[in-house]
């Protein structure tokens, strides 16, 4: 994937996601998608490059950033709990989506019983 197919994808299928809400509150430059005020994903180009920030499980990141070049510690976030994704030929639209989507599903997991109810019964 090159940078714009990168965003586009992330951008379409973090919008698709039950309870989503796409924010700038950093400025013009950079897409914050929360679920329930809580962030899983931000999209924004930094010193000219594209990255998609997602939470990770911290096992699951030392592999994917193992396993792909283009993925490594999250950018200006938490090392050890979200990765950075960078455009190259290995990411794929469905890994990007997988990605996001556990993303998503971690923050999920920590949402208080009532909203995790409101979300199921989407």
């Not at 940078?3 to 400025?27: R, V």
């Not at 005020?37 to 010193?47: E, H, P, Q, R, W």
């Not at 990605?99 to 998503?104: E, N, P, R, T, V």
């Amino acid at each position: 994937m090159n940078d714009d197919q990168l965003e586009q994808c992330a951008l379409e299928y973090g919008q698709q996601l039950a309870f989503s809400i796409q924010s700038q509150p950093f400025g013009p430059d950079c897409e914050v998608f929360k679920v329930f005020d809580k962030v899983f994903m931000l999209i924004g180009a930094y010193s000219g490059k594209l990255l998609v920030t997602i939470k990770c499980e911290p096992e699951k990141s030392l592999e994917y950033q193992e396993l792909y070049p283009s993925i490594s510690a999250g950018y200006h976030m938490s090392k050890k709990h979200w990765i950075s994704i960078a455009s190259r030929p290995e990411i794929t639209a469905d890994l990007l989506q997988d990605l996001i989507k556990d993303s998503y599903d971690l923050v999920v997991g920590k949402l208080p019983l009532k909203d995790r109810k409101r979300i199921q019964n989407v």
